[in-house]
């Protein structure tokens, strides 16, 4: 009976591609518990997960060109905004970054779950993503214990890999 629960509850992860989706791929064992979805950016690689997983995908932006990703992140503000309520979830996980932003102010103004969990790239200094989504997160979870200094509130996970 509490598997059964637990598929009913829709969880969606995203990341943007990288090293965010490679530890976003670390959560798999909860992708059989929970019915899920994934949103990443849409690349050659990425494309390949289409075979196994339900999928997503945003437009790829690089912040080192301002103009053309201003564009981009309001086209995959509108894009987060039609995914989640196409999906309905009732959590959003992500391993962030820039990508995900939208997608968890979406989740909060729908009441539903956040749940952050800062790069394990970052052992002494915040992520802007995850600045930017620890007032509203649910949950925040870091990997590394000396990041509690810039996140008080957060939760030491340990490292997902």
Same mark, same amino acid.
């Given at each position: #009976?509490?598997?059964?629960? !637990?598929?009913?509850?829709k969880?969606?992860?995203? &990341? ?5 989706l490679?530890q ?9 518990? +929970?019915? +899920? ?10 494309? !390949? %997960? @289409?075979?196994?997983?339900?999928? =997503?995908?945003?437009?790829y932006?690089? @912040?080192?060109y ?13 894009? =987060?905004?039609f995914?989640?309520? @196409?999906? !309905?979830?009732?959590?959003?996980? *992500?391993?962030?970054?820039? *990508? &995900?932003?939208?997608?968890?102010y979406?989740?909060? %103004?729908? @009441? ?10 970052? &052992? !002494? =200094? ?5 600045? #930017? ?5 649910? %949950? ?5 214990? *000396? ?15």
């Open positions: #009976m509490k598997k059964r629960q !637990k598929k009913n509850k969880i969606l992860f995203i &990341s943007s591609i990288g090293g965010h490679t976003l791929m670390q959560l798999k064992p909860l992708f059989e518990e +929970y019915d +899920y979805h994934i949103v990443t950016e849409k690349s050659e690689i990425t494309l !390949k %997960l @289409r075979e196994k997983h339900p999928i =997503s995908y945003l437009v932006g690089a @912040r080192n301002p103009v053309k990703y201003l564009f981009k992140f309001s086209y995959n503000v509108i894009k =987060s905004l995914i989640f309520l @196409r999906e !309905k979830p009732d959590i959003v996980i *992500t391993t962030g970054a820039h *990508t &995900s932003v939208p997608m968890c979406i989740a909060k %103004l729908f @009441r539903k779950k956040v749940v952050f969990i800062e790069s394990f790239a970052k &052992s !002494k =200094s915040p992520t802007l993503s995850g600045r #930017m989504v620890y007032p509203i997160a649910d %949950l925040f979870i870091v990997q590394w214990e *000396t990041m509690k200094e810039f996140y008080p509130n957060a939760v030491h996970g340990g490292s997902i890999y």
